[in-house]
Every structure is written in C-alpha cells, then in structure tokens.
C-alpha cells in the first residue's frame, strides 16, 4: 500500500477537497434520521400544518444536498483515480523501457503486461475507494454510533456488542485475503503469457492443426488461475453472510427491546424509528469496510507487484580499471564470459542447452570500417555477442570497447546511437511506412529514400498507390518476411549508423535481392563497421573477418579462405550450401 499512499499524497489536494466533500455529504446524511425523529415525536403531534411542512422542506432539501454532494465527490474521486492510474500506467511503462537484459528476464514479459493492466487497474479502484467509499463507511459507523448513542444509549449497547464481532471477522479474511490474491495475479501472468504465445504464433497453430491441443494447453491454465480466483473470492466473500447474520440479529434485539421501552414510556416511537435507520447505517458502514477491505486486498498485492517493477535498482556495473581501456581497435572483445539466467532469466538462443555459460572465453576485433560476419548453429551464442556489444547485459568475464573505451563506460543513449541493427526478431509497428523506417528520429526523407534503395525495399514499395508510398499505412500482417527484412535494414541504414549489425536479416530474401543489398551497403557504407550474423556462407564469406561458433566457444576466426583449410565445421557448412546452390 506504500505506492498507493505515496500517489495520494502527492495529489493530496484535490484529494482532500474530495474526501472533504463526501465528509460534508455524509455529515448531512447522519442529520437525516434525527429530523425524521424530531418531525415523528415533535411537529406532527403538535398539529402545526406550516411547522410540518417547513420541516418536511427542510428534510427534502437536506435530501438533495446530500445526494448532490455524494455525487460531486464520487465524480472528483474517479477523476482522481484516473488520474493517478494514468501517472501509475506511465511510469511503470518508463520504468519498463529502462530495465536491463537481465531485470527484464527476471520478471517476464506477461508479469509486466498484466501488471501495467490488471493490477494498475485494481490500484486505480483502490485509489477511487480512498477518497470516497473510506470516508462514507467509517462516518457511517462511527457516526452513526455516536448520533445514536446521544439518542439513546440503552440500545446503542447492542451495538457495541454486535461491532466488534464484525471487526473482528473483517480484519481476519482480509489477512487470508491478500496473499490469496497475491496467487490470482501470478496464476495470471501465465495466462497472458500462454495468450500472447497463441495470438503472435496463431500461423503455426493453425499451419499444424494444433487448434485443439493449444486450446486444451490455455483451458488449463485458466482452470488454475479461475480456481484461485473463486478460492479468493469464496474466502472475501465470507464476512458478508455472517455479518448479515449479526446485523439481523442485532436489529431484532433492537426492535424487541425498543418496543419493550417504549411500552414503558421510556423512549418515544420516532426514537425507534430513527434508531433502526441509524442501525442500517451502521450495517452499511460495516459492509462498506468489508468491500473497503476486498478492494485493498487485491490493490495491496497489485501494487506491491507494481512497485517492485518501480523500485528495481538501476543497473550495477563492475568496476572497470583505466588500464581495461586502450584494446586498440574501434570494436573489441577481450576474453568475454557471459551466462544467462543468473537473474532468474532466460533467452531464446540459450535456453534449453543445458549450458553453463553463452559465451565462454571469446576474443575478436574489427577495425574502423571493417568487417565481421558470425556464424554458427542454432543457439549457440551469435545474438549474446550483440547483446553484450549493445548493453543490454553486462558479460561475467572480460571487457568490450569501442574506440578505445569500455563500453560499461559509455552513457547508454550515446552508446546504443552509434548502432543501426536489425534483430532477429524485430518488429513492425502499427505506423506509416515513413513512420517505420524513421522511427521518430526526424530523418531527412532523402537519407530515408536512400535506405530504402539500398536495401531493396523500393522494389515493393513503389507498387503502392502513387503518392501514397511512405504514408500507407502497414501492419506486419500485410508483409511478407522478405517485405519486413527489407524495412528493417532500410530502419537501421537510414541514419547512416557508425556501427551496422544485421542479425540474420536476409533469411528470407533470395539471393539475388540479398547479393543486391550487400553491394549497396558495401559501396555506400564504406565507413560503417559492419557486424553481420547470418546462417549463408555467401553472406559472410566476403567479409574481413568470420568468427565461427558453436557451443558458446569460438571454434574458428579469420577470412574466407583461412577458414576453409583451418576450420572443419566452417568447410563443411561452406561445401553443403554452395553444392546446394550449384544444383
């Protein structure tokens, strides 16, 4: 609940002046039942026409004032709510975006998804219920306790027996409560995750007729996280029968010893009248709680989730000694070491191999405006290189420069604007053409016309409408892999990067159109460094350098020609795929 608190104090103005609002409107609503007395016992038995009209005026109007005013500060509250929700949506979404490799695999893409709704949305009620619902149920019960006992403190007695059994039972399912929903939000995440996992492969599911399995794979799931669901709600939802049960029970003493004391003449009929609204206000204020304390159980377990997102420290790096500078080369790795997973985290090219380390003990460097091309199975650490170049993680062992300087060194805005890369499984926004390739980084047109003829992509775009090429708007749906590995390179190339990495970006190009796009960046990117991973020989094979990996360990680097009499496993993907090609 610290999150919640802190939001609320820092809006605490327009927060006050809407709790301020609902006190007044609760305030006027406590006054009803003793104008209701006074009329019953006091104006009407004394035969004034004009008093009880004044009177029946005055209760109308206090009436309206009150539902007025509950209205106005229910509508300031849900202002409020959205507002701190909006606030609680961004800087969670900020706070994302910043997260490290390692942090952002720690926690997992579904948690953040469902945090930065569900749970969001469960601190937004909480939030509403703060400023509205708090104020009404304890005013009603604690005033209405009071107003009653100066009425009557005979049979406010019985009240004081029946309230703390019903304290008593809130605050003990509400402690069984927020661990409980604590397990619904995480039965949750996998939910989204096994969502997300159909939704973006909804292609291969229906290429192998998987439908039925995927569809039994999510009902299990969602049994699980229904099943918690419904343990939680049965558990919340026992105070509300049993307090229904002491509140009637209550309210039947009340009666029966009401009417005892008023055959007694001790009390008068409007007294009793009076006194049972106030009881059902005082069972309202009690039931008030009850919600009050269902709504924070599962705020409390939503916002602690989403503060622990918030409060993730920033990224800790080593100390790096001034003599761990000065390699020599404008990119160089010097013995590097990584191993994934050591914050809880996983990645594609690593999981599953059962290996200790990614990358284990490798060496390489490329000069200004040189060239490397990576190659090597499945798996076995070609991304991590990017990874560890780029900042995302931090290796174990060994350091990384460019131009001289280690890149823990650089700020990570500086460092990460020497790049122009393509990923292996890079994304299509739901944006112009235009709005793809320049990806808010106001461009000039004609450095985005000449990306786009250096990677091929004019070939598709210039069959759309006339004048409509680069404000069309695409999805990735409506491209084809080759279309969207064009744009990707086209997206990297247009702002003339110092350091071009394409991390399998021609896979699904033919070879013409790769052959044509390598030439292009070749003759027009003569200064760029290039980094290149690919599965094709032919991709790599002109290239300065070729570092060859498999199992995490480089098992061959030098040129083309070095490679084939050196390098077994390199000579064999060379004779296999170029005696495919010649047949």
């Not at 469960?122 to 009603?140: E, G, Y």
């Not at 939000?185 to 909804?202: P, S």
């Not at 159109?513 to 030439?519: E, L, P, V």
């Amino acid at each position: 609940m610290k999150l919640i608190g802190s939001y609320l104090y820092k809006y605490r103005g327009v927060v006050l002046l809407a709790i301020f609002i609902k006190l007044i409107g609760t305030v006027t609503e406590l006054l009803l039942p003793s104008i209701l007395e006074h009329i019953i016992d006091d104006v009407v038995p004394s035969g004034q026409l004009s008093q009880v009209l004044l009177w029946g005026l005055g209760m109308f109007a206090a009436a309206v004032a009150c539902r007025q005013l509950n209205v106005m500060a229910n509508r300031r509250a849900i202002d409020n709510a959205h507002k701190i929700s909006y606030e609680v949506r961004q800087k969670l979404f900020e706070k994302t975006l910043s997260l490290e490799g390692a942090q952002f695999d720690a926690i997992g893409l579904p948690s953040l998804i469902s945090r930065m709704t569900s749970d969001s949305y469960n601190v937004q009620s909480a939030v509403q219920q703060a400023q509205s619902l708090c104020v009404r149920a304890p005013m009603m019960l604690v005033g209405g306790v009071i107003v009653a006992g100066m009425m009557d403190f005979e049979l406010t007695k019985i009240m004081l027996v029946i309230l703390p059994i019903l304290i008593a039972i809130v605050l003990f399912v509400s402690s069984k409560g927020i661990p409980m929903y604590s397990k619904v939000q995480g039965k949750l995440d996998t939910v989204v995750r096994i969502m997300r996992e159909n939704i973006t492969g909804i292609r291969v599911v229906k290429a192998l007729s998987k439908e039925a399995r995927e569809i039994e794979r999510f009902r299990g799931v969602n049994r699980e996280m229904t099943k918690s669901d419904i343990d939680a709600a049965m558990v919340m939802a026992l105070p509300g029968p049993l307090m229904q049960l002491f509140l009637n029970i209550g309210l039947s003493a009340v009666v029966f010893y009401g009417a005892y004391r008023v055959n007694l003449g001790e009390i008068r009929p409007g007294v009793i009248l009076a006194f049972l609204t106030y009881f059902n206000m005082i069972a309202m204020g009690v039931m008030g709680m009850n919600r009050i304390f269902m709504t924070m159980s599962k705020a409390s377990a939503s916002a602690d989730r989403i503060r622990s997102v918030m409060e993730t420290p920033s990224e800790e790096l080593p100390e790096i000694m001034t003599d761990e500078t000065a390699k020599g080369g404008h990119i160089v790795f010097d013995h590097v070491s990584f191993s994934y997973g050591k914050e809880g985290g996983t990645a594609s090219d690593f999981a599953g191999t059962g290996r200790e380390k990614a990358l284990d003990d490798i060496s390489f460097e490329i000069k200004k405006g040189g060239s490397l091309g990576i190659i090597g199975p499945t798996g076995c650490g070609k991304t991590t290189i990017i990874n560890l170049l780029m900042r995302f993680y931090v290796p174990d062992e060994g350091t990384i420069t460019i131009d001289d300087q280690n890149v823990l060194l650089y700020d990570r805005k500086e460092l990460r604007d020497k790049f122009g890369t393509v990923f292996q499984n890079d994304m299509i926004f739901m944006d112009t053409l235009h709005g793809n390739i320049d990806f808010g980084r106001d461009l000039e047109n004609s450095a985005i016309e000449a990306a786009v003829q250096e990677s091929q992509a004019y070939e598709f775009i210039e069959e759309l409408e006339d004048g409509l090429q680069y404000e069309a708007a695409i999805k990735g749906a409506n491209l084809s892999g080759g279309q969207k590995q064009r744009l990707f390179v086209a997206r990297a190339l247009a702002a003339r990067p110092e350091i071009l990495v394409l991390d399998d970006s021609s896979s699904a190009l033919d070879y013409k159109t790769d052959a044509a796009m390598r030439n292009a960046i070749k003759k027009n990117h003569g200064n760029t460094t290039l980094i290149m991973i690919a599965q094709r020989v032919s991709s790599v094979m002109n290239l300065d350098q070729i570092l060859v990996l498999d199992d995490g360990h480089c098992i061959g680097y030098g040129t083309h020609e070095e490679l084939l009499k050196t390098c077994d496993t390199y000579r064999e993907i060379y004779e296999v795929q170029m005696g495919a090609m010649a047949e």
